[in-house]
């Protein structure tokens, strides 16, 4: 008996996984995996859900820094921007911004990441200094970024800026080039970043299938786009999701690139002007909120566009 103990189950004989035991001890690990989440799921929630349900209440009020007490105006602010064409305009420039930004960011961080995803002798070196635009401080780079793109003094580029300055905004409108700079600084910290995720995702496939795809397709452009970009399909997902959130973010740095001017309007950059100058802050966070529903259908579109593997398949 003691025996038959020490040698353990026989081959064949293991308990199945459907059994009860297997299943009993299946919900403690899911009910042990939902504790140890708890602690970080109550911190984002808490930091998150307040300021949300603040901005969705004072949305639906005539709060501002002239009154004492807000009072309920319900659906009214949002009806004033949607009658308003000047909000049309910010609108069709944010989505403009947010399509330019991510599919640059894409298209930059592919190829950082395949760049990068072949050992060479200064491999390391690179890598520091791709990541570098996403380490630096965002306040310190705007404003470097902001002189070099619009030098205020003379400068061995600054007569070639003007010239591009003048050229965008004759050419496209006034403020055209500032909206350009916008794109570029965004593309330009959120691309190192972008790479950095997609070279992650590159070390964690496996080689093999790269090596079996050599042998079967001739030309790179074939194996990238039958071989690679279905396998990077997942982490694409997950990139443009984060270069969507980042660009939303990044917008702060359109108050600082322009000094709080209104040069090009951007719908966001337009709800800080009613906040911080303005003092009409029940405006200010319905316009904040007016182009969530469009953001959502956005990051929707982007999960039905790059869907994830599935397991098992090929």
Not at 23 to 45: G, K, N, Q, S
Not at 60 to 65: F, I
Not at 229 to 234: G, K, M, N
């Amino acid at each position: 008996m003691a025996q038959r103990v020490l040698a353990g189950p026989r081959p064949g004989t293991t308990r199945p996984l459907g059994s009860p035991r297997a299943v009993i001890r299946r919900r403690r690990e899911i009910v042990v995996a939902y504790l140890l989440l708890a602690p970080a799921l109550l911190f984002v929630m808490g930091l998150l859900a307040y300021p949300i349900g603040w901005e969705v209440w004072a949305s639906l009020t005539n709060s501002s820094v002239q009154r004492v007490s807000a009072s309920y105006v319900g659906l009214y602010n949002y009806l004033v921007f949607l009658n308003d064409p000047e909000f049309w305009v910010a609108a069709r420039n944010t989505i403009g911004f947010l399509a330019l930004t991510a599919a640059l960011k894409l298209a930059l961080g592919t190829a950082v990441a395949l760049a990068l995803w072949r050992p060479f002798r200064v491999r390391p070196i690179v890598l520091l200094a791709v990541f570098l635009p996403w380490a630096y401080p965002a306040g310190a780079a705007m404003i470097g970024w902001d002189r070099f793109m619009s030098p205020p003094v003379h400068t061995a580029y600054s007569v070639l800026m003007g010239n591009l300055s003048v050229y965008f905004d004759r050419w496209l409108g006034n403020g055209t080039w500032g909206f350009l700079t916008l794109v570029l600084v965004n593309s330009w910290r959120g691309a190192a970043f972008t790479g950095i995720f997609l070279l992650a995702g590159l070390n964690g496939l496996p080689r093999e299938l790269f090596d079996y795809a050599a042998l079967e397709v001739r030309t790179t452009w074939r194996c990238f786009r039958l071989v690679t970009l279905p396998l990077l399909r997942p982490f694409l997902a997950l990139a443009t999701l984060l270069s969507l959130t980042t660009a939303v973010a990044d917008l702060g740095n359109a108050w600082l690139l322009t000094g709080g001017r209104n040069v090009y309007p951007i719908v966001w950059t337009d709800s800080f002007r009613y906040a911080l100058i303005a003092g009409q802050w029940g405006k200010a966070s319905a316009l904040a909120l007016m182009l969530v529903p469009v953001l959502a259908l956005l990051l929707f579109a982007c999960y039905r566009l790059f869907d994830p593997l599935e397991e098992g398949q090929p």
